[in-house]
T-cell receptor, first 110, second 113 residues
Framework: SQQGEEDPQALSIQEGENATMNCSYK?????LQWYRQNSGRGLVHLIL?????REKHSGRLRVTLDTSKKSSSLLITASRAADTASYFC??????????FGEGTQLTVNP | ETGVTQTPRHLVMGMTNKKSLKCEQH?????MYWYKQSAKKPLELMFV???????ENNSVPSRFSPECPNSSHLFLHLHTLQPEDSALYLC????????????FGPGTRLLVL
């Protein structure tokens, strides 16, 4: 069954604004990852947060994880036009396979 | 770039053709993966190889045939495909199998006519 589901499906903001994307999942996880994909390209790993962590930062990225609610959020601060891409969460469940959601399409307008 | 290369980047083939997709990773990883990405659908895991051995075939039709001659190279042989097989095919690798960070190639955009 599908694990990560991102919300919203699409998000359009102005440059300089913050972008928040959410991910919900169904079963227990070992870790949760966020990936980014520019149109027609491969996915690029952004950040991994383990099930015993609640928050993690990397540059302008901030990821939170709430295992009681089975949800995670990705915050991109001070967004730039170059942040325009699709963002996916991927969960590592009991079978140790990564399962990806359908993604959030972020558009940052200059 | 991530150290995972894929060729060709674009491929158009007829339903009776035979073609192969190639993936090479320069990261010294032990696990390699094929994914299919279709519009409006989540990434679909097709095959998993660990130390050259196939560990997972995710109910993929036999018209897709993977080959892993060594832990750095992965092929996907295509034969008598259907138009619905048109998609972006992504190769990825990770240090070991499991839920580790995966490094993706740029993908092969396949169009089946």
């Amino acid at each position: 069954s599908q694990q990560g589901e991102e919300d919203p499906q699409a998000l359009s903001i102005q440059e300089g604004e913050n972008a928040t994307m959410n991910c919900s999942y169904k079963t227990s996880i070992n870790n949760l990852q966020w990936y980014r994909q520019n149109s027609g390209r491969g996915l690029v790993h952004l950040i991994l947060i383990r099930s015993n962590e609640r928050e993690k930062h990397s540059g302008r990225l901030r990821v939170t994880l709430d295992t009681s609610k089975k949800s995670s959020s990705l915050l991109i601060t001070a967004s730039r036009a170059a942040d325009t891409a699709s963002y996916f969460c991927a969960t590592d469940g009991v079978d140790s396979r990564l399962t990806f959601g359908e993604g959030t399409q972020l558009t940052v307008n200059p | 770039e991530t150290g995972v290369t894929q060729t060709p980047r674009h491929l158009v083939m007829g339903m009776t053709n035979k073609k192969s997709l190639k993936c090479e990773q320069h990261l010294g990883h032990n696990a390699m993966y094929w994914y299919k990405q279709s519009a409006k659908k989540p990434l679909e895991l097709m095959f998993v190889y660990n130390f050259k051995e196939q560990t997972e075939n995710n109910s993929v039709p036999s018209r897709f045939s993977p080959e892993c001659p060594n832990s750095s190279h992965l092929f996907l042989h295509l034969h008598t495909l259907q138009p619905e097989d048109s998609a972006l095919y992504l190769c990825a690798s990770s240090q070991d199998i499991g839920g580790e960070t995966q490094y993706f190639g740029p993908g092969t955009r396949l169009l089946v006519l």
